[in-house]
């Protein structure tokens, strides 16, 4: 699969896939909100989330080509997941999917703002 162990030009080319694809599954999801098939867009989006590995998350954000293009995507990924926390897609009895929705939310900002510490913080020294 395109997330497992594999040797180094093949793993950068499945990143650069998952890179693209997680970017793809991002604009849908923004784009459908409030339509029938987003619960499916979110739980595609949420997957992807779930098998990255760190390297994956860093070759995402490192495909930005400007300090700009990262807050904006970080804005952006934050109303997203504001948004399925608050209201999520899945019905409110299928407590195990949303348990995990809110946990790969909180790996994926974990990763996500301890890569781009330095950029928001730049006078705080870790």
């Known amino acids: 699969g395109l997330l497992s162990r594999q040797d180094g ?30 619960s499916n867009l979110v739980a595609v989006m949420i997957d992807i989330f779930r098998q990255m590995t760190h390297d994956h998350y860093n070759y995402y954000v490192g495909e930005f080509k400007t300090n700009f293009d990262i807050l904006d995507f970080l804005m952006e990924i934050l109303v997203v997941f504001k948004e399925l926390v608050s209201n999520s897609v899945f019905p409110k009895d299928w407590c195990d999917m949303i348990m995990l929705q809110n946990s790969i939310i909180l790996k994926s900002l974990t990763v ?10 730049p006078k705080i020294r870790a």
């Open 9 to 38: 030009r093949r793993q950068n080319r499945s990143v650069a896939k998952v890179a693209q694809l997680l970017g793809t599954t991002q604009h849908c999801v923004n784009q459908h909100v409030g339509y029938p098939e987003e």
């Open 112 to 121: 996500f703002f301890a890569h781009n510490q330095r950029l928001l913080f």
